[in-house]
């Protein structure tokens, strides 16, 4: 299709709404235009060849797509031959996030960037409350887009959901990829077990301390909510509340953006109808660990399969989960490395870093 093809379609998109919730738009000051609007303008910002279109699954949900391509005809030969680059977001994020990174990335190769489903300005279809299922249709609809785009083998990145996600398709799929790359992966550890205190001698000294019995109410209340159920019950104050709760988003962009354009993307991004954050609570536990922890099944990853794992330093994803999958794989290629002064968003917090070490990952390959 052609960029003005996929132009055009994507102008005839039409707003989502769901059901008897349908009131709900009218009240919360979002919509897909608007979200639409706020990513051109963060897409703007690219110097880049961008071919951007929703790519249609056969069951009819639509994956929206970028594929940035180096404006030189002479390496778009070379690039033809390299091992494209596919980046998978993070939970309530989106492709505009990767604003600091796609054209540093598609100097030497295609990079490819899409909106999980649910999440962005992909389908939001609804997602079963089992975890194992809920997995399974993130991962379906990955391989549907990738067969769909016809690309044989790739580099596949995630960032913290998408990192889960991408250790979870490479594991059923790992004929497509070439190389596995994890940036600050959620869902990996196994959660903690309380110890009791005065049990295990010694090992006593490591007392959890109970939190207020308040505290264990409101955790059991918002157990019932979607994560970002909020945001959306704060109607024409969401906005506000994303500024608020998340000025770091403004910050990691002022360069680009001396406004909320940032933060009105994440806005956008999350104040639709709840679709992948369904299927993100159904797969995680309370306070963000997941069901099924990745560590116990990394093992099924190939012995051949490359693995790098990339974390902020100063984030709060636990870094040591890096050394245990290690640790797990053997002798299998695991390398484990730490960006100084990032944190969770390592891609934003330290771009020319994080292009600098994934450029070389991907050189590896070819």
Known sequence: MSPANAAMQDETDTEQTSGNWSWWPSWRPTSMSLL????????????????????????????????VTNKSVRKHKDQAAQTPLVMVHGFGGGVGLWIRNLDALSCSRTVYAFDLLGFGRSSRPSFPSDASLAEEQF???????????????????GHSLGGYLATSYTIQYPERVSHLILVDAWGFP?????????????????????PPRWVKALVSLF??????AIIRAAGPWGPGLVNRFRPDFKRKFEDLFDDDTMTQYIYHCN???????????????SLGWA?????????????????SMLYGA?????????????QIRGKSPTSVMLIEEASHHVYADQPEEFNRVVESICNTVD
């Open 291 to 307: 069901k099924r922890p990745m560590v116990q099944r990394v093992h099924l990853l190939p012995p051949s399969m490359p693995v």
């Open 271 to 285: 104040a639709q109808n709840p679709s992948g954050e369904v299927g993100f609570k159904a797969m995680s536990e």
């Open 314 to 326: 100063l984030s709060w994803v636990e870094s040591s989960t890096g050394n245990t999958v290690a």
């Open 190 to 210: 196994e959660r903690p077990q309380p110890q009791l205190q005065g049990s295990g001698g010694q090992g006593s000294e490591v007392k959890r301390v109970s």
């Open 139 to 157: 991962i379906t609809s990955i391989e549907q887009w990738r067969q769909s785009l016809g690309l044989e083998r790739m580099i596949l990145l």
């Open 223 to 228: 157990s019932f909510f979607n994560p970002l």
């Open 36 to 67: 639409k609007s706020a990513e051109a303008k963060i897409l703007a910002c690219l110097q880049n060849d961008v071919w951007s279109r929703f790519v249609t699954l056969p069951n009819q949900n639509r994956i929206w797509t970028l594929k």
